[in-house]
């Protein structure tokens, strides 16, 4: 009788432990699920996907994208187009006056009708068929001695005045106009041993075209240096003359 007596009160107390511990849980609140984030991983799929597209778009405008004609070097007034001053570069825009790279050879040997730097475009209003050296023309060496010229030089394509310094009884005069072609880069040539040497220490050259009436005064002066040199205008096109 009392073993079962022990067994009921054992169960009993098992029963009431178990309440509580049951208890003791449902009084606690549910943990939080972590929350996933979905627009977090769309945003990066739309990404994935945009850069894709993007990368698409750029491999087929280059495709699209046009070869035409650049210059590879410095190119002056008057000079005769050769292959090594052609380059191609593409570009995306449709212009006209753009010539294609496809017609390459017919641009070499037509002369530069304006001054053009390195890395332009080239299109057919630069360029002329008729080269600077005509009937009535020639190309004549100058000293560009400092302090006769501008302080900022001179360059290819330049509207000049050339000046006979006067000396002595024979005044200073405007001799010629001319077309700068061609300017030296080295400004350590001697000037002539004729004339005054003060100043013809540190000179430049340059070409010019000059009317062939006109080659006489403008070679005796800057033989004897006794020339000058006066800017009319910049960057002038050989049809301006």
């Not at 017919?106 to 600077?132: H, I, N, R, Y």
């Not at 394509?157 to 002595?168: A, C, T, Y």
């Amino acid at each position: 009788m009392s073993s079962t007596v022990g067994t009921e009160s054992a169960d009993r107390q098992r029963q009431r432990e178990q309440r509580k511990a049951t208890g003791s849980q449902g009084s606690r609140l549910p943990a939080t699920p972590r929350r996933r984030r979905p627009a977090l991983a769309a945003l990066a799929a739309l990404l994935v996907v945009g850069g894709a597209l993007v990368a698409g778009v750029l491999a087929v405008r280059m495709d699209e994208r046009q070869a035409v004609i650049q210059v590879s070097r410095d190119v002056g007034v008057g000079q005769k187009i050769t292959s090594a001053d052609l380059t191609e570069a593409r570009v995306a825009a449709d212009v006209p006056s753009l010539i294609p790279a496809s017609r390459a050879n017919e641009v070499v040997g037509l002369f530069a009708k304006v001054a053009m730097g390195k890395g332009q475009l080239l299109d057919m209003s630069m360029l002329t068929k008729q080269g600077p050296l005509q009937s009535d023309k020639a190309a004549v060496g100058i000293l560009l001695t400092a302090g006769r010229t501008p302080a900022d030089g001179l360059a290819s394509g330049d509207l000049v005045e050339l000046v006979r310094i006067g000396q002595g009884s024979v005044q200073s005069a405007v001799i010629a106009q001319a077309t700068v072609l061609a300017v030296s880069n080295k400004a350590d040539q001697k000037g002539s041993a004729l004339g005054d040497q003060s100043s013809a220490g540190t000179a430049q050259t340059a070409t010019v075209l000059v009317d062939r009436a006109d080659v006489q005064a403008v070679a005796d002066a800057s033989g004897n240096n006794r020339i000058a040199v006066a800017l009319l205008q910049r960057g002038t096109s050989l049809e301006d003359k």
